[in-house]
């Protein structure tokens, strides 16, 4: 056997299971804190409220002002307004978006970090902060952004609508898709791609039958956690690349994106790579652009970019903007495969590879 690589651990402390939410004021003693600032979006005050009163005087303040893209605006007024608090760690509750906005105060005080997370975009376990300013979304890998400790508590998921429920936990899989074929995967990494990748498709019929499903949700919320450390172990491709376009300058929302993306952007590297997809096609079937496709449609998922808002005259621009800068892609591409790529997202059409 010939095997090189290179492994480096995350020093996160994860914590996993229903119920370990009430664990929170236990996790801010042990990081030698006193003074939490709980983040949530306005939708999840209530949540943040409820977990701030069960912490024994251990919250600062909550601030329900968490919003999409991470603004740097929203990002330096909450920064005041934790200082103003004399927080002294951070509490975040929520999707992304939460955590987006824990991390950037995070990146700008250096305050340390406890996510709980109620969406399964993976944000939570990675190094990576992407914020916008003038509409222009920017991303920064920096250790001071990766949350110290993560309460992954299954039951915080029992209210994600559905229709966010599976285009989240299709944003997970585009993680670990994509890290199968990273230049700089590892043998862990790909054990977890595979892993969450099983995981999820075994949890998500189960929450499209019943949502509140505590052992369904459980297997996706364990499925997310390893699909976005994978996101936060290697780097991605094309797939990420093209949704970062899609929502930086064209505004598609997150996770819808990635949901539409993903059979396309597999199917077209499966192509050049069908060895490293093997899991994906051990998992979903063969050849994996077409059967993520049909598994994404069968939950009920979006699959076309027309559906989410943009424009057909869109798709020239999009096209030449992801084709611009170069970066690793394990098939080679130039505008006019990207833009065959997005015509065929945009109409929703079957990938046949
Ligand atoms: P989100 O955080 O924007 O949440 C969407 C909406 O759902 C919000 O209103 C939120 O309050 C609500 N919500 C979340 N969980 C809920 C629950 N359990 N019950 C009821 N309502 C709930 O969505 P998201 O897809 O999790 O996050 C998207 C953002 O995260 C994007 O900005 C994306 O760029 C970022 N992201 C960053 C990374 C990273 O590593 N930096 C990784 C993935 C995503």
Request: aromatic share 6%.
């Amino acid at each position: 056997m010939s095997l090189h690589f290179t492994y480096k651990g995350s020093p996160a402390r994860i914590v996993f299971g229903a119920g370990v939410r009430w664990q929170l004021a236990d996790a801010i003693d042990r990081l030698g804190c006193s003074r939490a600032f709980v983040l949530s979006t306005p939708q999840q005050a209530g949540e943040a409220e409820a977990l701030a009163a069960s912490l024994g005087g251990r919250a600062a303040a909550v601030y329900s002002r968490a919003t999409m893209h991470t603004p740097v605006d929203v990002s330096e007024a909450a920064v005041a307004a934790a200082r103003e608090a004399g927080a002294d760690c951070l509490v975040a509750v929520g999707g992304g978006s939460t955590t987006g906005l824990g991390k950037a105060i995070a990146y700008r005080t250096d305050l340390p970090q406890i996510v709980m997370p109620t969406t399964y975009a993976g944000s939570e376990v990675t190094d990576i902060l992407g914020q916008t300013a003038d509409g222009a979304k920017t991303t920064l890998r920096d250790p001071k952004v990766l949350p110290e400790v993560v309460l992954y508590d299954p039951e915080l998921t029992l209210g994600l609508p559905l229709g966010l429920s599976i285009t989240s936990a299709l944003n997970a899989m585009a993680h670990a898709a994509e890290g199968l074929y990273a230049e700089d995967r590892n043998p862990i990494t790909t054990t977890m791609a595979a892993e969450g990748l099983a995981a999820l498709r075994d949890a998500l019929p189960g929450i499209v039958a019943d949502p509140r499903d505590l052992a369904a949700r459980t297997g996706a919320l364990y499925g997310a956690w390893l699909c976005g450390t994978v996101l936060g172990s290697v780097s991605m491709a094309l797939h990420h690349k093209l949704c970062h376009t899609l929502g930086g300058s064209f505004e598609l929302p997150h996770a819808e994106t990635h949901a539409v993306l993903l059979p396309h952007t597999i199917g077209y590297n499966a192509v050049a790579v069908p060895d490293l997809l093997a899991p994906v096609a051990r998992i979903f079937g063969d050849p994996p652009g077409a059967a993520l496709y049909d598994f994404a449609k069968g939950l009920g998922a979006p699959t076309a970019l027309r559906d989410l808002g943009l424009k057909e005259a869109d798709l020239d621009r999009a096209a030449a903007l992801a084709a611009s800068k170069p970066y690793p892609n394990p098939r080679p591409f130039d505008a006019a495969a990207i833009r065959a790529l997005l015509g065929a997202a945009w109409a929703g059409t079957r990938p046949t590879t």
